[in-house]
């Protein structure tokens, strides 16, 4: 292979981006990026982009753009994946996301729009709020009774649990049943504990150590929380969010008749390996829907973030297109590096982004460019922090020379090795040599592709 063609010689330049990005201990392709807006959001460029997507993420906050699609747009490299993952930390935690790359909705197992339906579900939220009648209080008292084992002639068997709470109104001795007993100890709770107690499904939380109990140490490994408040039995409002898959799943088994809510969250201890089927989905739609009239639960929609998007047929754009006009339904992000492409399964036809005309008039663009020099050199001196690569200012440089004449993504895979390469010789950060050496070693896919085309 001495044949191979070699790239334009790399010249060094100054080096005029400082490293101000923080360290993650994660290493994955994108655990930088924080979200869309500030300096550090681990994003660098873009900014049209961003703040398009920062406006998008406001709508979304505020439920304004449910049932609507997003198309990223732009060259490979550009960022398309790492700003669809900066909206989800934007979005926060309480807002569902869920990312697919169109090429894994096509199985022998399963169709695809079965495929789709399930990513679908995934990215929509509810929030359901109910009332519930709770024991709250310190624990000052607990004793555990004991009787005679009627099976056993010298055997002991728990009668029942003698539990004392204690609040700021009050104190309250409980009898709890003896299958009590294990749900007291596996949340591990001793006397001076603040627990709470759910009265109709007996589920026991230990919320921390009572701050009475606290000691003039600065560092403690407990956590200490006030003396609750009001009466032992009270009722408490309970938030708990669910995705729809999640009652999909939690409910997949035959049933005829109305279900309410609560039937929905209890069947979520009890999943079943079972098909989940339209008619499953519509049962649970119309119970979700009915309880979002009465102000029980809120919808959420969420995000469905489909990656490589000119992958998919005519018949998922026809299912994407029917689900988007559900009044349940996320938002869609997709994302495609293509130009004019053909369609798959549509005979051939020709269409921007692969994408057929009907459904591309639902979407928003959002363009992405190519990433400057400049820009490079920020992302890999990023890159390099949240790897704990440390590296010298010409190795930087070169490694941005070969990034222009390659790919953003050739010239951030090159930092392992060539850090690999520096520990061998003895180095504790890469140097220009380390970079120069390994560049030598792997190819990049333009050089691959030339080198092939010399070969025909």
């Known amino acids: 292979m001495s044949d191979a063609p070699k790239r334009p010689p790399v010249t060094l330049t100054s080096n005029k981006n400082k490293n101000n990005a923080g360290e993650t201990n994660r290493i994955a392709a994108h655990s930088h990026i924080r979200g869309l807006d500030g300096d550090a959001c681990g994003l660098t460029g873009q900014m049209a982009a961003r703040e398009a997507l920062s406006l998008w993420a406001d709508l979304i906050k505020k439920q304004r753009v449910a049932g609507r699609a997003l198309m990223l747009v732009g ?101 709890l049943d003896p299958t009590m007993y294990d749900a007291l100890q596996k949340e591990k709770v001793v006397v001076g504990d603040v627990i709470y107690i759910e009265a109709n499904s007996g589920a026991v939380k230990r919320v921390g150590r009572s701050d009475s109990f606290a000691t003039e140490f600065d560092l403690e490994a407990e956590e200490y929380v006030a003396l ?122 020709i269409s921007p982004h692969g994408i057929p005309a009907d459904f591309l008039d639902r979407l928003l663009i959002v363009p992405t460019r190519p990433y400057e020099a400049a820009e490079l050199q920020q992302i890999l001196s990023t890159r390099a922090q949240t790897e704990q690569l440390k590296m010298q200012p010409e190795a930087l440089d070169l490694l941005t020379q070969i990034g222009v004449h390659t790919s953003l993504r050739f010239a951030v895979q ?3 090795p060539a850090m690999q390469l520096a520990k061998v010789r003895g180095l504790d950060e890469i140097d220009a040599a380390a970079v120069q050496s390994v560049d030598s070693l792997f190819w990049d896919g333009k050089t691959s592709a030339q080198f092939l085309q010399k070969q025909q």
């Open 75 to 175: 060259p490979p490299g550009s960022g398309k994946t790492a700003l669809a993952l900066a909206l989800a930390k934007q979005l926060g935690p309480s807002v569902p996301f869920c990312a697919l790359a169109a090429p894994r909705v096509y199985s022998q197992e399963v169709s695809a729009t079965a495929v789709l339906a399930e990513h679908f579900r995934q990215a929509m939220g509810l929030r359901i709020r109910e009332t519930k009648e709770v024991y709250e209080g310190e624990v000052t008292e607990l004793t555990v009774q004991e009787t005679q084992d009627a099976l056993q002639a010298y055997g002991r068997t728990i009668s029942h649990v003698v539990l004392t709470l204690k609040t700021t109104k009050g104190t309250k001795t409980l009898q």
């Open 228 to 349: 609750p408040k009001g009466e032992v039995h009270k009722k408490r409002q309970v938030v708990q969010d669910v995705t729809l898959h999640d009652l999909d799943v939690a409910n997949a088994h035959p049933s005829a008749g109305p279900r309410d809510v609560s039937t929905l969250l209890s069947s979520l201890q009890k999943p079943k390996k079972t098909e989940i089927t339209d008619k499953l989905r519509q049962e649970i739609n119309k119970v979700v829907q009915k309880y979002i009239a009465d102000g029980v639960a809120e919808f959420v929609p969420g995000v469905l973030f489909l990656d490589e998007v000119h992958m998919l047929d005519l018949e998922a754009f026809t299912f994407l297109h029917r689900s988007l006009e559900s009044p349940l339904a996320p938002i869609l992000v997709l994302a495609t590096n293509r130009g004019m492409t053909q369609i798959r399964n549509a005979d051939g036809l």
């Open 414 to 416: 090159l930092l392992t």
